[in-house]
C-alpha cells in the first residue's frame, strides 16, 4: 500500500514576503530595478496598462519622509509613451520584473 506524503508543514525560511522587505536602507527596490528595467503588468492597471502589457522604467526618485521613514517611487512607460509614477506597494500588486534590460540612451 502506497502511504500519503505528509502534508506540508510551513516554515518560517519558506516565506517570500521576507524576499520583499525593506533592505539595509529601508527602499525595497532600489537594489533590483534600474532605468531601462522591463515590468509585466499582472493585472490591469485601470486605463494605463492592460494584463501582460510590457513597461519600461525611465525614472526613479528616492527620499526620505518626515519621520525619517524611506520613499521610493519608479516611473514606468507604457508601449503608447504614457507615464506613470508607481510606489512598492502598486509594484507589488500590479508588476513584476521579467529580468530584461531596455537601452535608454
Same mark, same amino acid.
Given at each position: 500500500?502506497?502511504? =500519503? +506524503?505528509?502534508?506540508? $508543514?510551513?516554515?518560517?525560511?519558506?516565506?517570500?514576503? +521576507?524576499?520583499?522587505? =525593506?533592505?539595509? +536602507?529601508?527602499?525595497?527596490?532600489?537594489?533590483?530595478?534600474?532605468?531601462?528595467?522591463?515590468?509585466?503588468?499582472?493585472?490591469?492597471?485601470?486605463?494605463?496598462?492592460?494584463?501582460?502589457?510590457?513597461?519600461?522604467?525611465?525614472?526613479?526618485?528616492?527620499?526620505?519622509?518626515?519621520?525619517?521613514?524611506?520613499?521610493?517611487?519608479?516611473?514606468?512607460?507604457?508601449?503608447?509613451?504614457?507615464?506613470?509614477?508607481?510606489?512598492?506597494?502598486?509594484?507589488? +500588486?500590479?508588476?513584476?520584473?521579467?529580468? $530584461?534590460?531596455?537601452?535608454?540612451?
Amino acid at each position: 500500500m502506497v502511504q =500519503p +506524503d505528509p502534508p506540508f $508543514k510551513w516554515e518560517h525560511g519558506d516565506d517570500e514576503d +521576507d524576499t520583499f522587505a =525593506p533592505g539595509v +536602507d529601508g527602499f525595497r527596490y532600489t537594489s533590483y530595478l534600474s532605468r531601462g528595467s522591463e515590468l509585466v503588468v499582472v493585472q490591469e492597471i485601470d486605463g494605463f496598462a492592460r494584463e501582460h502589457a510590457i513597461l519600461v522604467l525611465t525614472a526613479t526618485r528616492v527620499g526620505v519622509d518626515p519621520a525619517g521613514g524611506a520613499q521610493e517611487e519608479y516611473q514606468c512607460e507604457s508601449a503608447t509613451g504614457d507615464r506613470r509614477w508607481f510606489a512598492p506597494d502598486q509594484i507589488d +500588486d500590479w508588476l513584476v520584473s521579467n529580468g $530584461k534590460m531596455r537601452d535608454l540612451r
